[in-house]
């Protein structure tokens, strides 16, 4: 059975991912712009996270830019990592159905690293997402599946690795990559 | 009264310095012929991304000024970014728009609303520091220069006629991920 993750956790794998990000582009052999923040998140608020951006909200060292459109989230993302800065999205699953051109044409062909956190409002605790009475939770997965999008559940507490993990992916790849959060977060 | 692009290119070439410029749809070919190896990348394959693109690049690099050269037709596409950029208060954000009313790459079809349609008081209701609109290339040459000091974000609607080249006309262009790569390499690089 899935379970609800804790938004301090969350915020500490942001945390890390950042880090770990900054120390990676270091590690290039370039030097890290001069930021305020370890990072950035871009985000047209979902509600199945919203603890989590409630908790952004106090966070000195993440900085939380809410966009109009997931398609601005994206190209925002963009110019954000052209500058040296390391960003996630926090999005819903249906803006990325709003936003899969967007997606195409400047994550996959731009061949820009872009990680998204989407989350499956609506998801039933006891329904695998695919099985879901909702279309919007049933095509999450079969979307980014049609575009070649690597992605994992967050299923609980113990999954929280894979924002690292999928947040590195993205860079190793150079394109997309996603995790669902399966139930609201707490 | 309406400038030609060209001409508007040439004071920006003139002034822009070290500035990041994101050009798009009909500035994008004469741009490339002026300045073709700088801090430039060009909204290609995204039509309506190049004001969130140049948002993303000035709150990367505060110290430098991003001058984005949007179009009407583009603009339309996610006029919602009005609101995210003004909200986001880039000090740095020069966001200059080319209105010539039409879809020109696509046979010039109106935009709806054509020129009626006022993008200053759009960006000034969104909460832009600084909107104006010119339509004479004097006032441009005086005015352009200040906007590299000035606090943004400013929006400048430029009156302007249709540009000689357009991306479908000249298909010269480089793909958005060789730009994108080079101008980050350029960006980080410049750090090292």
Known sequence: ?186 | MAMKPEDVLKVIAAHRGEAICVPTMTTGPAWREMQPEDFSVGCVGFMGGASSLGLGLALARPERRVVVFDGDGSLLMQLGSLATIAGARPRNLIHLLFKNGVYHTSGSQEIPGGLVVDFVTMAKGAGYKTTLQIGDLEEFKRRFPKMLTEEGPIFAELITTLADKTPMTDRRGVPFDQQAGKLREKLLGAQR
Not at chain 1, 16 to 40: I, V
Not at chain 1, 167 to 182: D, M, T
Request: proline letters at 8%; charged letters at 25%.
């Open chain 1, 1 to 186: 059975m899935p379970e609800s993750i804790p938004a301090p956790l969350v915020i500490d794998a942001l945390k890390d991912t950042f880090k770990e990000a900054r120390a990676a582009l270091a590690a290039e052999g370039w030097r890290n712009p001069t930021s305020p923040y370890l990072g950035w998140i871009l985000s047209v608020p979902d509600t199945h996270q919203k603890t989590v951006l409630a908790a952004l909200d106090k966070e000195d060292t993440i900085k939380t830019v809410t966009c109009a459109t997931e398609d601005e989230a994206c190209t925002i993302a963009a110019g954000l990592h052209l500058g040296g800065e390391p960003v996630v999205l926090m999005i819903q699953h249906a803006g990325l159905y709003a936003s899969v051109n967007t997606l195409r044409g400047v994550s996959m062909d731009g061949k820009i690293p872009v990680f998204y956190m989407i989350g499956l409002l609506s998801r039933e605790k006891d329904k695998d997402p695919k099985e879901s009475r909702h279309s919007m939770v049933r095509f999450a997965e079969p979307l980014l599946d049609t575009f070649s999008v690597p992605h994992a559940r967050l299923e609980g507490p113990n999954d929280v690795h894979l924002i690292p993990e999928y947040y590195r992916l993205s860079r190793q790849r150079k394109g997309p990559a996603a995790v669902l959060v399966g139930l609201e977060t707490t």
